[in-house]
């Protein structure tokens, strides 16, 4: 099939939604069993903290440069759909690596045009749903959706077929990913054609929001974001050495997933009502609280309830910073933008992986510790742009 747009019988908010369910599919598997696969070929905490962190070093460089040709180009389409198709061929050499070196390059290798991607479409999404008076959240949702249907899986998969079952699986995901990209519809307006809060002031050129008040928001939410990378990458295998078993773990991992859904759904409800950094306010504060309690190797039934936090230590910041960035650009910078704030969070996740990795090898769970101080540091970039600018409310999401 050609990279044309599908015949538009399917509304592009539906069509948009099975890619995103599909999007995140992959992750879902590989945050449940990467670490314990990894473990199982020999590969040591400090070399899993690399593996996971040179894809999202060399990300940052990509990204600044895919989000650039997206605007340009005639619809962000383009971009979304090749590097979805790349996304799906790379992994097949994953069934060729056992060592440290050969799994760092495949993985690498297959990590960075997802990860490119992302930003593209999310921008692209936010602009499409605004124009036509959707829900961004909603159709988001749906990816946490298929990725929380992999964290409950795979866990019960590698129970019934074994560890050889990873690899096989991550292929077949990343390939329905790039199937449906080919269904992707166009998402830019039409030349001339009147947007939803068009009437208010927003940048077209960078350089009219880098600002510090701008700045430290993204900033702050970013070391949230990178923080998370500890449960990311050495919750799994730190709950085994705990005593839980995978059939557990899945589910667990899942329950976050659960949470984050939810939220993106309720957002619709009240997401207009508090502006974009109070909401990154809020998320920064209980990720402070919910890192503290889990370095204390908490049981399971206190475990399920600190995993529900996972809607308002990510998703809730998350959304409150994509609104955040729509609310003060233009379309004509909306890729690029959102490609500079994940650049940002893929940096701190960067430091927080490598980091991580030899702090989780010499403290175990108490590393989480250290990543509640970090969320202190992003609490307060954000209270400190509230200090310097005061959120503003408006129709679409409060500035």
């Given amino acids: 099939m050609a990279l044309t747009e599908a015949a538009p019988r399917v509304s592009p ?11 995140f599919m992959a992750g879902g598997a590989s945050v449940v069993f990467l670490p314990i696969w990894l473990a199982q070929k020999g590969i040591n905490p400090e070399q899993t903290g690399i593996i996971n962190a040179l894809p999202i070093f060399l990300i940052i460089a990509l990204n600044l440069v895919v989000g650039r040709i997206a605007d340009r180009a005639s ?10 198709l790349i996304a799906g061929i790379i992994p097949i050499g994953l069934l060729w690596v ?4 050969g799994i760092l390059l495949v993985w690498t290798l297959a990590s960075l045009p997802p990860g490119a991607i992302g930003p593209v479409m999310d921008a692209a999404t936010m602009r499409m749903t605004r124009r036509n008076g959707t829900d961004f959240g909603t159709i988001r949702a749906w990816g946490t959706v298929g990725y929380m249907l992999l964290n409950a899986g795979t866990g019960f998969l590698v129970v019934w077929f074994g560890f050889d079952i990873f690899v096989p699986l991550f292929i ?24 939803i809060g068009a009437a208010r002031p927003v940048a077209g050129k960078l350089r009219e929001v880098l600002k510090p008040w ?25 709950w085994k050495q705990q005593g839980i078993s995978e059939d557990i773990i899945g589910p667990l ?12 759904f309720a957002w619709r409800f009240f997401g207009g009502r508090v502006s974009a950094r109070t909401v990154l306010l809020i998320s920064a504060v209980v ?12 049981p399971v039934w206190l475990l399920i309830p600190l995993q529900m936090l996972h809607g308002v230590t990510f998703a809730l910041g998350y959304l409150g910073g994509v609104h955040f960035i729509a609310n003060w650009t233009s379309e004509d910078i909306a890729a690029e933008t959102q490609s500079y704030f994940v650049v940002a969070q893929q940096a701190m996740s960067v430091i927080a992986l490598v980091g991580f990795g030899w702090i989780v090898g010499a403290l175990g769970p108490h590393g989480y510790f250290v990543a509640a101080a970090f969320a202190a540091v992003g609490a307060l970039c954000i209270w ?16």
């Fill in 214 to 238: 701008f700045l430290l928001p993204l900033a702050g939410f970013s070391i949230i974001y990178g923080t998370h990378w500890i449960l990311n990458a050495f919750a799994a295998l730190l």
């Fill in 75 to 84: 619809d962000w389409r383009q971009v979304i759909v090749i590097g979805a």
């Fill in 13 to 23: 908010e539906l069509r948009t939604t099975a890619f995103y369910f599909t999007y």
């Fill in 253 to 264: 991992i899942a329950l976050g997933a659960f949470s984050e859904a939810a939220m993106m």
């Fill in 172 to 195: 077949g995901l990343v390939l329905l990913r790039a199937a449906v990209a080919l269904f992707l519809p166009k998402f830019r307006a039409p030349v001339n054609e009147a947007t």
């Fill in 384 to 399: 400190l742009s509230k200090a310097m600018v005061a959120p503003k409310k408006d129709a679409l999401s409060g500035s």
């Fill in 287 to 298: 990720t402070v609280l919910r890192w503290v309690a889990m370095a204390f190797s908490p």
């Fill in 98 to 101: 056992n060592e440290f070196w």
